[in-house]
């Protein structure tokens, strides 16, 4: 390879110096423009949803979104310019600094509504959380990839699981169950991508609906709580949404009217009332597609989806190009755990998965899932590009 | 490439070398990895599938249905309360009208479903209404979220200031404008007009279309029985509200609130006053000549040509104004406890209507009348008046009040002196007619009105009592007291003993007296007019006109002859009421009546008799036609001479306008 003088200022190590215009040359261009129309789209999105949340300030949510997004901008360049086998490398470093997030969340945070899941920082508030999502998988990974050569060994797979369930524990004990599900979709997508043998998947499985049934029915029945009630209402309330219309299944039913009420063309923003008028509980974090698909209607709401969809199909092509194993898993664990978030999150405000408090990706109003959202397509991105790498370098 | 770290020139070199045996083969996507991969894929497929078809479920299967309820989250119907007729009296003046109130409301719906009891608990020492008590009926309105439950009306300025500037901390709380019923004359008149409440569970079930849970209804009187003209018609408007309630934009008016209609009564408010301060005067008499126990009373003013109430008072009585805004329960238990109106002499009820009052002396003319047109007595057939007379087969003696007169007299002179041994003569031959002649009298007496109800528009009656031998029989268990005895007769004769009449019954006799034989149908509505703007005539909605009056088949001269004694009672040196009104400038005439009737006093055996103190009579009489009929009752009042003689002169003093000029009070029958 020839050593040029521009190449010799990137300041990074020999092994992973790379010619920046090659490395733009090597990302997905597809998958970019998703992100970027998807961030754009969500941010017309919550112009109009919060629109009269402040009085007096119509843009204030958008504004502090845009500036996340502009962060996250930044979060997602040094992640592509970052090679990910610096994390295979260190997947202790990015457990143990996982962990460390946790626990300083636990000592630190201050309790919004019963949770401790937000760290002051200036003026914004830092959900560490959300930043774990990238980091458990690029850890978990890491270790999985390590042990590659024991994958078909279950005293493997039991080691993996017992790493992840400590920080899936300290996230649930925050609480915040949303979170630590969606850890465990990252789990399960970065276990069956790692090689983990079908037999051991089925036997996960079952393990994983026996621990279902007891935590939500069997333990109950014999007094012993794990979850709080009103956590076990929400899983289990949206497959019975007239149960108790007024009370826990009262921001379904509202939202389920809300996302009716779009009908084909939607509301427009001045006249969605479910969400100007305050009907629609949490409109701008939890139940934002509700909102949002209430303004903007079935066409709006379709964009959207679509738009997700692009983002996932390319994520998971991501995985097919991936220049090693390590890139293929993360990728996969990346995707995995994106998608199940826009499933739970838009589902919920369907009435067909469960409340759970899980911010939709790039629309939800909070700084952090934007910020660790775009950090992690970008850490598709730099898989993708070393991929395309690797395949120039293999012809 | 010389100046990247060191660590890493091993990796570097290796790219330009062959594998490395000992380093694992270069990756390559196996298709293990590609099938699991796919796996991804089909699960993310299926994924984006399920949501699209919710989607498109949701929005464009049943896209109206949910915006229609969308829409009706965000509007609430508010009812617009519709001011409720004034009641005016005969001359247009208001007897009762509203005042602007301020009313708050709560909707049950709209408290949170966390610390309900606390927004209640606020609420409730704001409004300084007792918390136990509005929890409880939030309670039980808790099922019915679409009606707010009204806490507390006629509000204070300062607690309504507090509530506006505390709204945040009252979700659910509505303030809104009221009328609250205005009584410019407190007590006038209360048991005639009535009062209005909140409507009761039973009128909500009998008419549920016309109440809604909160409204206001007439509870008695003429509030109730012209309820549906007093109330209006309540308006609608719409107000878009968010989440919590709170509103979001004016208020659309839908339908305008028809007020109430005026009512007009019969009653002058002149007339009244006086009437009321006549038993009040009659009562304080009664007790200066030694009736100490006289605590009560009624006087009743009719026109004798068509019924018109003019003046209807009962004492004691109570201000309707109690039951106005938040009620008291302190206040009204005079109203609503039996035990505590008991103590005060039941205030609530309108004894012109439903006092029964055995009916004494004034009976006399009933029963003057009745042997005339049975041909038991000729008027001018001289009937002697002895201090006393013994009847029956166990010469039971009959005594006359007065043991000084001792003479023959005819009809007009024993009407004037009220001589008890002429009408048990008279009574006796009743007796004498056999099982049919007994009941000549009660029926004549029922031809004038007397066993059933006047049949006035306003309020409940009470319809007396007029014994006959079936109803003896029928009444009592020993073959004794099933007897009817010459002393039933005699006493029936001299309005004593079980006979019983309303003051109202009374005043339509003595109506019936005045104006040549007809019967009239009281009444205390004249007409239902739309409230009327400032400086325009009121439109009439609707007039009652009164049913023309009946002639009951009196013989004109009999009438005339008993018209001749009423006089002679009034004028006549022997009259017993002459002390009273011989000098009014105003021919009135009328009979005195001192009923005796049992009344429970402590510290007294069962069976103490009490006087009750009545007159009866009209004026102006003989040369005129009569304009106004009065009928005075005086509980425990003593003689009719002393106590009801003198309310009763009142009364005709104010219609008439002139003052009587010398009063002299003598204890006659």
Not at chain 1, 298 to 309: E, M, P, R, V
């Amino acid at each position: 390879m020839i050593v040029d003088a521009g190449r010799q200022r990137i300041p990074l190590r020999s092994r992973d110096a790379i010619d920046v215009a090659a490395l733009v040359r090597r990302l997905d261009l597809v998958l970019l423009l998703a992100v970027a129309a998807l961030v754009g789209y969500g941010l017309w999105a919550v112009a109009g949803i919060t629109r009269f949340d402040i009085p007096g300030d119509s843009g204030y949510f958008v504004t502090r979104q845009a500036i996340a997004a502009a962060i996250g901008g930044t979060g997602l360049v040094v992640a592509i310019l970052t090679p990910p086998s610096l994390y295979r490398r260190h997947w202790r470093v990015v457990y143990g600094g996982t962990i460390g997030l946790m626990i300083f969340v636990f000592v630190f945070a201050e309790a919004v509504r019963g949770s401790k899941r937000w760290i002051e920082l200036g003026p914004f508030q830092f959900q560490p959380s959300e930043f774990g999502k990238a980091l458990f998988v690029l850890a978990i990974a890491g270790f999985l990839v390590e042990k590659q050569h024991r994958i078909g060994r279950l005293r493997t797979v039991a080691t993996a699981i017992g790493l992840a369930i400590v920080p899936m524990v300290l996230v649930f004990l925050q609480p915040d169950l949303g979170t630590a599900l969606v850890y465990a979709a990252a789990l399960s997508a970065v276990l069956f991508l790692s090689g983990v043998r079908w037999l051991h998947l089925g036997l996960l499985l079952g393990v994983a609906a026996l621990l279902v049934g007891s935590v939500l029915w069997f333990l109950p029945a014999s007094g012993i709580e794990v979850l709080k009630p009103y956590q076990t209402a929400r899983l289990t309330g949206f497959t019975n949404p007239d149960s108790d219309p007024s009370g826990l299944t009262y921001n379904v039913n509202q939202s389920i009217t809300a996302v009716g009420a779009g009908g084909l063309e939607g509301r427009g923003v001045t006249d969605a009332s479910q969400t100007r008028f305050d009907y629609l509980p949490e409109h701008a974090t939890d139940f934002v597609f509700a909102s949002f698909a209430e303004q903007r209607g079935f066409f709006g709401a379709s964009i959207l989806l679509l738009l997700y969809l692009l983002v996932v199909w390319r994520g998971l092509r991501v995985v097919t190009v991936a220049g090693d194993l390590y890139g293929a898993v993360v990728a996969g664990g990346i995707v995995f755990a994106f998608l199940f978030q826009v499933f739970v999150n838009v589902g919920m405000t369907m009435g067909i998965a469960p409340v759970t408090g899980i911010p939709l990706p790039f629309v939800t109003v909070g700084g952090s899932s934007m910020v660790a959202n775009l950090v992690a397509v970008g850490v598709l991105q730099a898989i993708h590009a070393r991929g395309r790498e690797a395949d120039v370098l293999r012809r | 490439m010389s100046d990247a770290p060191y660590g890493e020139r091993r990796n570097t070199s290796t790219r330009f070398l062959p594998p490395d045996p000992g380093i694992e083969a270069p990756y390559r996507l196996t298709p293990g990895l590609a099938l699991r991969v796919g796996v991804l894929g089909v699960v993310a497929l299926m994924v984006f599938a399920v949501l699209f078809f919710r989607l498109w479920s949701l929005q464009v299967l049943s896209g109206d249905t949910y915006l229609a309820a969308a829409q009706g989250n965000q509007l609430r119907t508010i009812r617009i309360e519709a001011p409720r007729g004034t009641i005016l009296d005969r001359n247009g003046k208001p007897i009762v009208d509203n005042v602007a109130g301020t009313a708050v409301k709560v909707w049950v719906g709209d408290l949170p479903k966390q610390g309900r009891y606390d927004v209640i608990k606020r609420l409730a020492w704001v409004l300084k209404v007792p918390p136990a008590r509005l929890a409880k009926e939030v309670d039980q309105r808790i099922a019915d979220p679409l009606n707010p439950i009204t806490v507390k009306t006629a509000v204070g300025e300062d607690q309504v200031a507090y509530l506006y500037e505390h709204q945040a901390e009252f979700p659910g709380v509505q303030i809104q404008q009221t009328y609250l019923r205005h009584y410019p004359h407190q007590t006038l008149a209360a048991q005639v007009l009535g009062y209005v409440g909140e409507v009761s569970e039973g009128d909500l079930e009998r008419r549920p279309k016309l109440y809604r849970s909160g409204d206001k209804v007439g509870k008695a009187g003429v509030e109730s029985t012209f309820d549906e003209f007093l109330r209006g018609e309540s308006g609608q408007a719409q107000i878009r509200v968010d989440s919590l309630g709170r509103p979001q934009g004016p208020l659309e008016p839908k339908r305008e609130a028809r007020p109430g209609h005026a009512v007009r009564l019969t009653i002058d408010i002149g007339l009244q006053r006086a009437a009321e301060r006549a038993l009040r005067y009659g009562i304080a008499t009664a007790r200066e000549n030694e009736s100490y126990y006289a605590n009560g009373g009624a006087l009743v003013a009719l026109d004798p040509r068509d019924g018109a109430v003019l003046a209807m008072a009962s004492t004691p009585t109570y201000k309707p104004s109690v039951y106005v805004g938040r009620v008291d329960p302190k206040k009204i238990q005079p109203l609503v406890n039996d035990a505590a109106a008991k103590r005060q002499n039941y205030p609530g009820i309108n004894r012109v209507t439903t006092g029964v009052y055995p009916p004494g002396s004034t009976w006399k003319p009933v029963v003057a009348l009745a042997a005339m047109q049975e041909h038991l007595l000729e008027p001018y057939e001289s009937v002697g008046c002895t201090p006393s007379a013994t009847y029956g087969l166990d010469k039971q003696e009959f005594v006359n009040w007065d043991p000084y007169v001792n003479h023959a007299m005819s009809l007009p002179e024993a009407l004037a002196r009220s001589c008890d041994t002429y009408f048990y003569d008279v009574g006796y031959r009743f007796y004498l007619g056999g099982d049919k002649g007994r009941t000549r009298m009660q029926e004549w007496a029922r031809r004038f009105g007397f066993g059933a109800p006047a049949g006035i528009d306003v309020g409940r009656e009470e319809t007396g009592l007029l014994p006959t031998p079936a109803w003896r029989k029928r009444t009592f268990a020993s073959d004794w007291d099933k007897a009817w005895n010459p002393g039933d007769s005699i006493q029936l004769a001299i309005g004593q003993k079980d006979v019983a009449v309303t003051p109202l019954q009374m005043a339509r006799f003595y109506a019936m007296l005045a104006n040549g034989g007809k019967l009239v149908k009281p009444y205390v509505v004249s007409q239902v007019e739309t409230s009327a703007a400032r400086g325009q005539a009121p439109v009439v909605e609707r007039r009652f006109t009164p049913d023309p009056p009946e002639s009951v088949g009196v013989d004109p001269a009999a009438l005339q002859v008993i018209r001749d004694g009423l006089y002679a009672a009034t004028h006549s040196t022997y009259g017993t009421s002459s002390g009273v009104f011989s000098s009014f400038p105003i021919a009135v005439a009328g009979k005195t009546g001192t009923a005796e009737k049992v009344v429970p006093i402590p510290g007294y055996p069962p069976g103490h008799l009490e006087d009750q103190s009545w007159w009866c009579g009209y004026g102006p009489a003989q040369t005129e036609v009569a304009r106004i009929v009065v009928c005075a009752v005086i509980e425990n009042g003593g003689h009719g001479s002393t106590a009801a003689a003198p309310a009763a002169l009142r009364v005709f003093e104010r219609f008439f306008g002139v003052k009587a000029e010398t009063q002299t009070l003598v204890e006659t029958d």
